[in-house]
């Protein structure tokens, strides 16, 4: 059963490329990769490479609070401590768009069911200290469905391109990202 | 197969200006809405004055919703502008990072044709 899962696990990592293997060689991160893969990967790169370069320290757990505290995903960390930084933008600063835009398409939403709700006659007229009755209430349903449909609209216009150019913005760095180990 | 040899060429040149245009454009648009959601006020303003022959503040006693639907209308012409400077910024920032990664795929190729 060892032996098989060891195997299982040769085959995979001797699909992938000395770089990638050398990486987390030196890496030695221990919580993401076992003992085992470990041991394969030694095998292997003392097939393909004549000297195994040393292992940094052992990572043994995750640090995971600072990023937590900036706020920051992983991946985004990572684009941020690179040192081959683009040229031509600033990462910084797509990942605060990044953010300013999440915010603000939430905000569309607050702020434009509260125009929706200020529309409602029955709401108004609760401002002016005055409550509508049961009957007229249902008098304003067809008004209060077309503000409803209205607002619905306006929020789904601005709500949905919003979140999609952030994602556009994410995988386009991704990309740029990308291109850059290529080099 | 291009006239210059330089990985910079014309096609990125057209997309950096059209970045930059779109960086430019973000800043007008958010002052100009900028200044609209401050005619908000004018505009309630002058209702006051016409309809209700007051002042803004002897309207929102009148009618204290009128707060709301002021501070509501502000935040709505307020907000137009900021999508519209982000999605000018985004457009800008997603221009420049194709630039920047058909670049650094060219320099790839170079570098592999020069070995």
Redesign the interface.
């Known amino acids: 059963m060892s032996e098989e899962f060891r195997n299982q696990i040769y085959k995979e990592l001797d699909l992938r490329e000395t770089d990638a293997l050398l990486d987390i060689w030196q890496s030695n991160d221990r919580v993401e990769w076992s003992d085992i893969a470990f041991d394969v990967i030694k095998e292997i790169l003392g097939k393909r490479i004549d000297e195994i370069p040393p292992q940094n320290e052992p990572i043994l757990e995750h640090k995971e609070e600072s990023i937590e505290d900036d706020g920051l995903e992983e991946w985004e960390t990572k684009l941020l401590d690179d040192k081959d930084q683009?040229?031509?933008?600033d990462t910084l600063?797509?990942l605060s768009?990044k953010d300013?835009?999440n915010k603000?398409a939430n905000?569309?939403i607050v702020?434009?069911v509260?125009?929706g709700l200020?529309n409602f006659q029955f709401v108004?007229m609760l401002?002016?200290g005055t409550v509508l009755s049961f009957s007229g209430i249902v008098q304003t349903i067809p008004n209060m469905l077309v503000t409803l449909f209205s607002i619905g609209l306006q929020i789904l216009v601005?709500y949905f391109?919003?979140k999609a150019?952030?994602q556009?913005?994410r995988i386009?760095?991704e990309?740029?990202f990308n291109?850059?180990k290529?080099? | 197969m291009k006239e210059n040899d330089g990985l910079f060429d014309i096609k990125h040149l057209r997309l950096?200006r059209i970045s930059a245009q779109a960086d430019l454009f973000s800043k007008i648009i958010f002052v100009i809405y900028v200044l609209s959601a401050l005619g908000q006020i004018f505009k309630y303003s002058q209702t006051a004055n016409t309809q209700y022959h007051t002042d803004l503040l002897g309207l929102f006693s009148q009618?204290?919703?009128f707060i709301?639907?002021l501070l509501?209308q502000v935040?709505?012409v307020s907000?137009q502008g900021?999508?519209y400077y982000?999605?000018l910024?985004?457009v800008g920032?997603?221009l420049?990072?194709?630039?920047?990664?058909d670049?650094?795929?060219r320099?790839?190729k170079v570098?592999g044709g020069e070995e």
Do not use: C, H
Not at chain 1, 86 to 89: D, H, I, K, V, W
Not at chain 2, 96 to 101: A, G, K, L, P, R
């Open positions: 683009p040229e031509l933008y600063e797509v768009l300013n835009i603000v905000a569309v702020v434009y509260l125009i200020l108004r401002f002016q601005l391109p919003l150019l952030a556009i913005l386009l760095m990309m740029e291109s850059r290529a080099k | 950096w009618n204290p919703i709301l639907d509501l935040a709505r907000l900021i999508v982000l999605v910024k985004g920032l997603g420049n990072m194709i630039v920047e990664t670049i650094n795929y320099e790839q570098e």
